[in-house]
T-cell receptor
Framework: AQSVTQLDSQVPVFEEAPVELRCNYS??????LFWYVQYPNQGLQLLLK??????LVKGINGFEAEFNKSQTSFHLRKPSVHISDTAEYFCAVSLSGGSNYKLTFGKGTLLTVNP | DAGITQSPRYKITETGRQVTLMCHQTWSHSYMFWYRQDLGHGLRLIYY???????DKGEVPDGYVVSRSKTENFPLTLESATRSQTSVYFC?????????FGSGTRLTVV
């Protein structure tokens, strides 16, 4: 079965600083990878996803992530954060083939952007 | 608008009562899922369904029952609610290249 580890539960940064939210996954077969964002008291919004092809994936709001198969990682980055990026971020994985389509989440990383 | 509709958005119930959370999709996605979100645990899978009349347990199924008589509906029932089931519940469906989520139901068991 697949699993996801988000290495930091909280990441505080100052406005306009770069940020990296780390995500490692475990799976013996090929996977799809996702990053979701959840603003306070709201639902989940898809930031970006990796299905195949280019390992650098660009998403909404200036975020990007890089799929690294050898390190089984899918870290999320933004070169300059804004106060409005304060939210919880979830990394998730599903298998890319077969009939097991469960989406497994990490425990989340709370990004707090300070002025 | 097309999408996933969850109802109710908020629910307060008493310990021991039965409560059903509703989930409706306007597409015909085969796969549907129920997750619960708790601080420090992220989202954990309760049950999922591959098609009408096909359901299976996820990571935390105890105390929950699901049914899927129609493709578009996937209700989640708490047979006898406990305080530990206080949580935010999300329904989701899978399309060809991803997943879409409902807005969630915040359930409080008192």
């Amino acid at each position: 079965a697949q699993s996801v580890t988000q290495l930091d539960s909280q990441v505080p940064v100052f406005e306009e600083a770069p940020v990296e939210l780390r995500c490692n996954y475990s799976s013996s077969v090929s996977v799809y990878l996702f990053w979701y964002v959840q603003y306070p008291n709201q639902g989940l919004q898809l930031l970006l996803k990796y299905l195949s092809g280019s390992t650098l994936v660009k998403g909404i709001n200036g975020f990007e992530a890089e799929f690294n198969k050898s390190q089984t990682s899918f870290h999320l980055r933004k070169p300059s954060v804004h106060i409005s990026d304060t939210a919880e971020y979830f990394c998730a994985v599903s298998l890319s083939g077969g009939s097991n389509y469960k989406l497994t989440f990490g425990k989340g990383t709370l990004l707090t952007v300070n002025p | 608008d097309a999408g996933i509709t969850q109802s109710p958005r908020y629910k307060i119930t008493e310990t021991g009562r039965q409560v059903t959370l509703m989930c409706h999709q306007t597409w015909s996605h085969s796969y549907m899922f129920w997750y619960r979100q708790d601080l420090g645990h992220g989202l954990r899978l309760i049950y999922y369904s591959a098609a009408a009349d096909i359901t299976d347990k996820g990571e935390v199924p105890d105390g929950y029952v699901v049914s899927r008589s129609k493709t578009e509906n996937f209700p989640l029932t708490l047979e006898s609610a406990t305080r530990s089931q206080t949580s935010v519940y999300f329904c989701a469906s899978r399309y060809s290249t991803g997943y879409t989520f409902g807005s969630g139901t915040r359930l409080t068991v008192v």
